[in-house]
T-cell receptor
Framework: KNQVEQSPQSLIILEGKNCTLQ??????????LRWYKQDTGRGPVSLTI?????NTKSNGRYTATLDADTKQSSLHITASQLSDSASYIC????????????FGAGTQVVVTP | NAGVTQTPKFQVLKTGQSMTLQCAQD?????MSWYRQDPGMGLRLIHYSVGAGITDQGEVPNGYNVSRSTTEDFPLRLLSAAPSQTSVYFC??????????????FGPGTRLTVL
């Protein structure tokens, strides 16, 4: 069973609207959580990284939150743009498994005009 | 800086053929890794390296070999391709740091089809 589950699998939003993506994980002991953006046909690009003590982190219109107690994270996209159309991947690493990361399957976001 | 480069971008093989996927980085990163990405699944780690001469297995190493003779290059070898190895392959690199805090930089990927 995947230790990182993302929801929804996909979503379609209108340009200018906001959306929130969810990530639940069971990885333990927890080290850090990252959100990546992957455009079609390209490699993932890092958006944010959060450690145990960080609750929220922003990168432009992207804001990630982390609740290490409930093992949940969210990525909020504000005022979506057509260029936000991509897959968003949640990645969690453990202090027990240095160099090894658990990847979620991603949420495919499509922004329509 | 070219970042992480991968060649080829596309490849079609017949079952049983061998080939090498190339990966190079010019950021002097100690850590390099190979992943495969399949539809509906997260990226899965194949092999990784923490420096020249040091490699280790990831989650799905069977059917793949790696070596790291220089800091810059980390090739992935398929000795006898199988249809189950049809996938998109990504190479990634980062600085070596305790607790994996450092950002990983990914290459553009190689799309491999095995017939």
């Amino acid at each position: 069973k995947n230790q990182v589950e993302q929801s929804p699998q996909s979503l379609i939003i209108l340009e200018g609207k906001n959306c929130t993506l969810q990530c639940n994980y069971t990885v333990s002991p927890f080290s850090n959580l990252r959100w990546y953006k992957q455009d079609t046909g390209r490699g993932p690009v890092s958006l944010t990284i959060m450690t145990f003590s960080e609750n929220t982190k922003s990168n432009g219109r992207y804001t990630a939150t982390l609740d290490a107690d409930t093992k949940q994270s969210s990525l909020h996209i504000t005022a979506s743009q057509l260029s936000d159309s991509a897959s968003y991947i949640c990645v969690v690493s453990s202090t027990d498994s240095w160099g090894k990361f658990q990847f979620g399957a991603g949420t495919q976001v499509v922004v329509t005009p | 800086n070219a970042g992480v480069t991968q060649t080829p971008k596309f490849q079609v093989l017949k079952t049983g053929q061998s080939m090498t996927l190339q990966c190079a980085q010019d950021m002097n990163h100690e850590y390099m890794s190979w992943y495969r990405q399949d539809p509906g699944m997260g990226l899965r780690l194949i092999h990784y390296s923490v420096g020249a001469g040091i490699t280790d297995q990831g989650e799905v190493p069977n059917g793949y070999n790696v070596s790291r003779s220089t800091t810059e290059d980390f090739p992935l070898r398929l000795l006898s391709a199988a249809p189950s190895q049809t996938s998109v392959y990504f190479c990634a690199s980062s600085y070596l740091a305790e607790r994996s805090y450092n950002e990983q930089f990914f290459g553009p990927g190689t799309r491999l089809t095995v017939l």
